[in-house]
């Protein structure tokens, strides 16, 4: 071959990915009105069996096939790149929802932020706390990167234990919020924008 680039073989993982995920999504429907698990549980199974089959052969085309050339290299960093910038401009306009109904409220909302009706949180309970871990997080899983980096394997394994310890911690927390929220989703913009920002981090 006369170019840098790795031309893919055949992968099932692409199709059975769509159509395990396809499947995800009918037992999230199931599970939110019929109160059944079983579709949920047997798709989440699968899609973990798919990811892991499929990167498993990604790593093996990157290091005893030896595919991944430079070119294919800085292609994955730009990709990562740009799927960080994409998650950015998401989060950017729920944001910008939020900010824009706060600081300017409008008729329907009674001129009143919060809503009248809705009893938002206290600031500095649950959401510093779960914003400290957040923070944590991150520190914790730049140890990580930077012992890998430096081939210590034996403490980029207790920064990433660390890490998935505080995104573990996170979620419950974050579960135990959402019980006792006093709003949900359907109550206007304040709960919708709540939900929606809160619940992408997790």
Do not use: C
Not at 8 to 14: F, G, M
Request: hydrophobic fraction near 50%; charged fraction near 10%.
């Amino acid at each position: 071959k006369n170019h840098p680039f790795h031309l893919v073989d055949q992968s099932p993982w692409p199709l059975l990915g769509s159509l395990s995920t396809f499947s995800f999504m009918m037992g999230l429907v199931k599970w939110f009105h019929l109160h059944e698990t079983n579709l949920l549980m047997l798709s989440l199974f699968t899609n973990t069996l798919i990811m892991y089959q499929w990167w498993r052969d990604i790593v093996r085309e990157g290091t005893f096939q030896g595919l991944h050339t430079m070119k294919v290299t800085m292609g994955l960093r730009w990709g990562m790149i740009l799927f960080i910038t994409s998650e950015v401009f998401f989060f950017l306009a729920f944001f910008w929802a939020f900010f824009h109904a706060s600081l300017s409220p409008s008729i329907e909302l009674g001129m009143n932020w919060p809503p009248k009706g809705i009893k938002p949180f206290n600031p500095l309970e649950i959401p510093l706390l779960n914003t400290l871990i957040l923070l944590s997080s991150g520190l914790t899983i730049t140890w990580a990167h930077h012992s890998i980096m430096e081939n210590d394997y034996l403490q980029a394994l207790q920064g990433l234990s660390l890490t998935v310890s505080l995104g573990f911690y996170f979620s419950l927390l974050q579960m135990f919020e959402y019980i006792e929220a006093p709003f949900t989703i359907a109550d206007s913009v304040y709960g919708s924008t709540f939900f929606m920002t809160t619940g992408l981090h997790g």
